[in-house]
């Protein structure tokens, strides 16, 4: 079984659009992540979440919302999409001091 | 935050040892040194990690300088499963909590020629 799940692993979709990326971990962690691999491989973290509490939110626009109905998911809806929200996101799970990775889900936007 | 420098890119022969240099000079006090690769199409795989002193694992050995300011991850014997990028990482402690968020470099490409 995977241990960190996201869908979609792909996702097209135009500007202006509203989209959701879902991540389940069954790794019983408390800290979930979400980061952003963009298109020169930088990974970068946007928000952490501790028993669906928010504890970093690392000065990601509005249109990025992240919600956590249980300590076990993590999903980010973005509202609005841009061209420049390209880039691969990847949901993380963690019990100090690692962090597990998903697969990421690469997003397109046209 | 914390940052840290690698080369772009290291090549390595197949069952040779492989010494990935890492530099952190800014890191702090509480600052873990981890090491995650990243294989095509994947996301970030946990390597290892350490404080102060080396660290060895199944995968891999952490060099840790004395001050701080440097490690090296060793690879034993590099096999062609080994070709990623291989990032070198400060884990920072967020506030009071042990929230910790990784601060990830560029990243070092490893090549593996058969």
């Known amino acids: 079984d995977t241990a960190v799940s996201q869908t979609p692993k792909y996702l097209v979709t135009q500007m202006g659009n509203d989209k959701s990326i879902k991540c389940e971990q069954n790794?019983?962690?408390?800290?979930m992540y979400w980061y952003k691999q963009d298109s020169k491989k930088f990974l970068k973290i946007m928000f952490s979440?501790?028993?669906?509490?928010?504890?970093i939110n690392e000065t990601v626009p509005n249109r990025f919302s992240p919600k956590s109905p249980d300590k076990a998911h993590l999903n980010l809806h973005i509202n609005s999409l841009e061209l420049g929200d390209s880039a691969v996101y990847f949901c993380?799970?963690?019990?100090?001091?690692?962090?597990?990775f998903g697969q990421g889900t690469r997003l397109t936007v046209v | 935050d914390a940052k840290t420098t690698q080369p772009n890119s290291m090549e390595s022969n197949e069952e040779e040892p492989v010494h990935l240099p890492c530099n952190h000079s800014t890191i702090s006090g509480t600052d873990y040194i981890h090491w995650y690769r990243q294989l095509p199409s994947q996301g970030p795989e946990y390597v290892i990690h350490g404080l102060t002193s080396n660290v060895n694992n199944r995968m891999a050995s952490l060099a840790i300088a004395e001050d701080r300011k440097s490690s090296t991850l060793i690879l034993h014997r590099a096999t062609l499963r080994d070709a990623a990028v291989y990032y070198c990482?400060?884990?920072?402690?967020?506030?009071?909590?042990?929230?910790?968020?990784?601060?990830f470099g560029q990243g070092t490409t490893l090549q593996v020629k058969p």
């Open positions: 993380a799970s963690s019990q100090p001091p690692t962090v597990d």
């Open positions: 979440y501790n028993n669906k509490e928010l504890i």
């Open positions: 790794l019983g962690h408390d800290t």
């Open positions: 990482i400060l884990r920072v402690l967020h506030g009071s909590s042990n929230t910790g968020k990784l601060i």
